[in-house]
Nanobody, 126 residues
Framework: QLHLVQSGGGLVQPGGSLRLSCTAS????????IGWFRRSPGKEREGVSC????????RYADSVKGRFTISRDNAKNAVYLQINSAESEDPGEYFC???????????????????WGQGTQVTVSS
């Protein structure tokens, strides 16, 4: 089920940048904590980043800290994941998720996320 709409995936060169977008036309992202997750072949799904409902706090996995940036644009009902300095461990399918509860805090765990995007593939190659 495509509750959220993602865009921006594709090919990025090593050390390059890519921005992923997550939005929805019939679901509200404002006032909700939004998370980004990724699934790589042979690996468990991991939380990459999340942003608080008020855009006052964010979390990052250690593997992406300092290279990825999460942000939101309430006017566009959108959340973004900026990937900088892409590395070999970054390829995979990325998903954005929105919890069902407005009061859920920003957490990297997938528990509580009831709405998901369709996923976008990120490939790192020269």
């Amino acid at each position: 089920q495509l509750h959220l709409v993602q865009s921006g995936g594709g090919l990025v060169q090593p050390g390059g940048s890519l921005r992923l977008s997550c939005t929805a036309s019939e679901l509200r992202l404002n006032y909700y904590a939004i998370g980004w997750f990724r699934r790589s072949p042979g690996k468990e799904r991991e939380g990459v980043s999340c942003i608080s409902p008020s855009d006052g706090a964010s979390r990052y996995a250690d593997s992406v800290k300092g290279r990825f940036t999460i942000s939101r644009d309430n006017a566009k009902n959108a959340v973004y994941l900026q990937i900088n300095s892409a590395e070999s461990e970054d390829p995979g399918e990325y998903f954005c998720g929105r919890p069902t509860s407005r009061g859920r805090p920003c957490l990297l765990g997938a528990n509580g996320y009831g709405f998901w995007g369709q996923g976008t593939q990120v490939t790192v190659s020269s």
